[in-house]
């Protein structure tokens, strides 16, 4: 199964090239800076809900998602799996970006960005949780775009932030603001 997997992270980034184009290398290149450190969530969505009161919880809900998939996805995974990049096979001339110098497993920028999604989708109405969605896909389909992640990288990205979210948004509202 492993190797499954891994021919089809190779021939996914082997095909990007296929569809590259000078809209889609600005879009994903943004994408891919907006989703940095979690930036395009903390100031669309944590810091204007923790100012505003209505959303004040989910924006503490947010903040500690944030940092507990930091946690677990930088620190704990990302160093235990100890993953190369797709971009280390890949000449810097190739590349639209500058290479990542850290592991690829998991993809932190997808991860943070399901992970905000999720807490909106379990916290929110639909008019926060579907812009975040497709902001989120734009984000985790930039990594892969600019040759910085595998598929499967991204996909655990997915995982990642959609339990870490989940999990974190059922304890607060079940045993925090009650």
Same mark, same amino acid.
């Given at each position: 199964?492993?190797? !499954? *997997? $891994? %021919?089809?992270?190779?021939?996914?980034? =082997?095909?990007?090239? $296929?569809?590259?184009?000078?809209?889609?290398?600005?879009?994903?290149?943004?994408?891919?800076?907006?989703?940095?450190?979690?930036?395009?969530?903390?100031? %669309?969505?944590?810091?204007?809900?923790?100012?505003?009161?209505?959303?004040?919880?989910? #924006?503490?809900?947010?903040?500690?998602?944030?940092?507990? /998939?930091? *946690?677990?996805?930088?620190?704990?995974? !990302?160093?235990?799996?100890?993953?190369?990049?797709?971009?280390?096979?890949?000449?810097? =001339?190739?590349?639209?970006?500058?290479?990542? !110098?850290? /592991?690829?497993?998991?993809? #932190?920028?997808? %991860?943070?960005?399901?992970? %905000?999604?999720?807490?909106?989708?379990?916290?929110c109405p639909p008019y926060f949780w579907i812009p975040a969605l497709v902001v989120a896909?734009?984000?985790?389909?930039?990594?892969?775009?600019?040759?910085?992640?595998? *598929?499967? =990288?991204?996909?655990g990205g997915v995982i990642l932030g959609i339990v870490d979210a989940?999990?974190?948004?059922?304890?607060?509202?079940?045993?925090?603001?009650?």
């Amino acid at each position: 199964m492993f190797r !499954k *997997l $891994k %021919a089809l992270d190779y021939k996914v980034t =082997d095909s990007i090239p $296929k569809i590259q184009s000078r809209f889609l290398d600005r879009l994903m290149i943004l994408c891919t800076y907006a989703g940095t450190g979690a930036f395009i969530w903390w100031v %669309a969505l944590a810091i204007p809900f923790v100012i505003y009161k209505p959303y004040r919880n989910t #924006g503490i809900i947010l903040i500690v998602s944030l940092g507990i /998939n930091y *946690l677990i996805g930088e620190i704990i995974i !990302k160093k235990t799996v100890g993953r190369g990049r797709p971009s280390n096979l890949i000449d810097q =001339d190739e590349m639209i970006i500058h290479k990542p !110098k850290d /592991n690829s497993f998991p993809s #932190g920028h997808t %991860a943070s960005s399901f992970c %905000a999604f999720t807490v909106t989708f379990w916290n929110c109405p639909p008019y926060f949780w579907i812009p975040a969605l497709v902001v989120a896909i734009l984000i985790g389909f930039s990594r892969v775009y600019l040759r910085v992640h595998y *598929l499967s =990288d991204v996909i655990g990205g997915v995982i990642l932030g959609i339990v870490d979210a989940s999990v974190i948004s059922f304890l607060f509202n079940r045993f925090v603001f009650v």
